[in-house]
Nanobody, 122 residues
């Protein structure tokens, strides 16, 4: 199984970025998907998750109303649209896959991508 995250970069506060995570080696439509992030010196934090069908989404309190998770099962890809970015959003963002039901705890996920760095300048 491989999860390849991409789309990170440097952006000014108030800007937007779209992260992608391409999955291979698994039946993508059978997995809930999640995004987590980890800032320097901090623990990994739940950002968002999405059900197998894409009909149900969940967000961490710090990103609600600014970030949107979506998926395209035909392309085996999950996305994270990030708007109104803040310096405190700076972190390495990871995508993860969990069989069947998505979760908010990183302990519950089966597979992880390598991470993509997002840096938001003030």
């Amino acid at each position: 199984v491989q999860l390849q995250a991409s789309g990170g970069g440097l952006v000014q506060a108030g800007g937007s970025l779209r992260l992608s995570c391409a999955a291979s080696g698994l039946t993508f439509s059978s997995y809930g998907m999640g995004w987590f992030r980890q800032a320097p010196g901090k623990e990994r934090e739940f950002v968002a998750s999405i059900s197998m069908s894409g009909l149900n989404t969940y967000y961490g309190d710090s990103v609600k109303g600014r970030f949107t998770i979506s998926r395209n099962n035909a392309k085996n890809t999950v996305y994270l649209e990030m708007n109104t970015l803040k310096p405190e959003d700076t972190a390495v963002y990871y995508c993860a896959a969990r069989y069947r039901v998505p979760a908010t705890s990183d302990d519950d996920y089966d597979y992880w991508g390598q991470g993509t760095l997002v840096t938001v300048s003030s």
